[in-house]
């Protein structure tokens, strides 16, 4: 089954410094890729993705790219703010849904 | 639009006692419904997954039983609680199985002591 690897686990930014959160991926037949935010004792909301057949995408502050060769993908949050702060989960998706260990991204103000 | 309700937000229970976690979805119908658990500072373990009343799909062998008696109710349950259950389980729901966004549900934080 498909294995997913997230780095780092923790990651500290200061306020305005850019964040990326990357993913590997073992099951190349994989084919979408959704990042989730998740703030403390919340659910976790889907922000970003991006299918197979795209190698980026953007919306506003977030980025994702996808290297389907390498099988990796990383999520680039520009410009961070506090509010940023949260516990960020990649998936990858053939079949069934497999998740990142996440990862706790914190922006000092 | 679609909403999905989760029960109960917190639970403390004793090693030995059983489980019911409820979720249900409002606003679809035949979603494909999920359950997931979230040990302290991990990731997303999928437990459960269902594409339709009574058909459940376990992916990790555990003392834990999911149901789905109706279209959009689906129900985590255990006839005994083990120490090692405690954690924060979420129901999701997608239109389509898999490839698809997953809406999670608030979740509930089950403490066994």
């Known amino acids: 089954g498909e294995n997913v690897e997230q780095h780092p686990s923790t990651l500290s930014v200061q306020e305005g410094d850019s964040a990326v959160i990357k993913c590997t991926y073992s099951?190349?037949?994989?084919?979408?890729f959704p990042w989730y935010k998740q703030e403390l004792g919340k659910r976790p909301q889907l922000i970003i993705d991006?299918?197979?057949?795209?190698g980026e995408k953007k919306d506003q502050r977030i980025a994702v790219t996808l290297n389907k060769t390498a099988k990796h993908f990383s999520l680039h949050i520009t410009e961070t703010q506090p509010e940023d702060s949260a516990v960020y989960f990649c998936a990858a998706n053939n079949n069934d849904m497999r998740f990142g260990a996440g990862t706790r991204l914190t922006v000092k103000p | 639009s679609q909403t999905i309700h989760q029960w109960p937000a917190t639970l403390v229970q004793p090693v030995g006692s059983p489980l019911s976690l409820e979720c249900t979805v409002e606003?679809?119908?035949?979603?494909?419904l999920y359950w997931y658990r979230q040990a302290a500072g991990r990731g997303l373990q999928l437990l459960f997954y269902?594409?339709?009343?009574?058909?459940i799909s376990s992916e990790v062998p555990q003392n834990l039983s999911a149901s789905r008696p109706q279209d959009r109710q689906f129900i985590l349950s255990s006839k005994k609680l083990l120490l090692s259950d405690s954690g924060f389980y979420l129901c999701?729901?997608?239109?389509?199985?898999?490839?698809?966004?997953?809406?999670f549900g608030s979740g509930t934080q089950l403490s066994v002591l």
């Open positions: 606003g679809t119908s035949n979603p494909n």
């Open positions: 991006i299918r197979s057949n795209v």
């Open positions: 999701a729901w997608s239109q389509r199985l898999w490839g698809e966004k997953l809406f």
């Open positions: 099951d190349s037949a994989s084919n979408y």
């Open positions: 269902s594409v339709g009343i009574g058909q």
